[in-house]
């Protein structure tokens, strides 16, 4: 499965650098932005259009977000998203994992759901 992930700069994109040091076994292509909320739905949809079939927004945990609500705004855009996709029986998805650089746990979660056949976009 090829997934990309994008992560705001604060606590997003350093934890998923850390988790891929701590499992390397994942592969996924990683890029940062300042606030998860600048994350358009065209942005999410090109990126899938890309080849890849899972798009990872990692971000600030929506009640500590520093930009205050840009991990909420995040979610809300990927239920869209995700509502499409299924709407137009495209297999792909948008998952969300709201993590401090600290704690990569919830990323290894949201991973293993998806791969498993779960949603895993649930705060």
């Keep these: 499965m090829r997934i990309a992930s994008v992560g705001c700069d604060r ?4 934890a998923l650098l850390r988790f891929l040091e701590t499992f390397p076994e994942y592969r996924m292509d990683v890029t940062a932005v300042p606030c998860l909320g600048t994350v358009h739905e065209s ?8 080849g890849y079939q899972l798009l990872l927004l990692a971000g600030c945990p929506l009640d500590s977000c520093f930009n205050q609500k ?4 995040a979610f809300r ?3 869209r998203v995700n509502a499409l996709l299924t709407e137009a029986g495209i297999p792909k998805r948008v998952a969300c994992a709201f993590v401090t650089a600290d704690k990569i746990g919830e990323i ?3 991973l293993e759901s998806i791969v498993s056949g779960q949603k895993g976009e649930e705060p």
């Design 70 to 73: 840009g991990s909420e705004f």
């Design 77 to 79: 855009k990927a239920q």
């Design 108 to 110: 290894k979660r949201v």
């Design 11 to 14: 606590q997003g994109f350093p």
């Design 43 to 50: 942005m999410m949809l090109h990126i899938l259009e890309d």
